[in-house]
């Protein structure tokens, strides 16, 4: 079956960075979208970032813009999410996940996600 494992998370400090990573199994990675969402305390699962299958084209939220870039190695079925200048509202649980049923990058999350990973905690100190 479909597994999406993340890891990377932990403790930051404001201005500082982490990368998560997302190793995935049970699936052709290359042949999908993958993305990453967050939930923060006490606030609903959104949306943070999406690749296309072969990494040439990815979005982000507009939060994240210009601080946080997503990749890929499919190689490795690894995606990655390099966040930098981390802010204390980037504090949360991330996620990885994969939509078996788009082609493009923009419509992750559209209508649901077919996979979730476990999630990995972030918490940024200011």
């Known amino acids: 079956q479909v597994q999406l494992v993340e890891s990377g998370g932990g403790l930051g400090q404001a201005g500082g960075s982490l990368r998560l990573s997302c190793a995935a199994s049970?699936?052709?990675?290359?042949?999908?979208?993958m993305g990453w969402f967050r939930q923060a305390p006490g606030k609903e699962r959104e949306f943070v970032a999406s690749?296309?299958?072969?990494?040439?084209?990815?979005y982000s939220a507009d939060s994240v813009k210009g601080r946080f870039t997503i990749s890929r190695d499919n190689a490795r079925n690894t995606v990655y999410l390099q966040m930098n200048n981390l802010k204390p509202e980037d504090t949360a649980v991330y996620y990885c996940?994969?939509?078996?049923?788009?082609?493009?990058?923009?419509?992750?999350?559209?209508?649901?996600?077919?996979?979730w990973g476990k999630g990995t905690l972030v918490t940024v100190s200011s």
């Open positions: 996940a994969v939509d078996l049923h788009i082609a493009r990058a923009q419509d992750m999350g559209r209508n649901g996600v077919d996979y």
């Open positions: 049970g699936l052709t990675f290359s042949a999908y979208v």
């Open positions: 690749i296309s299958r072969i990494g040439g084209s990815s």
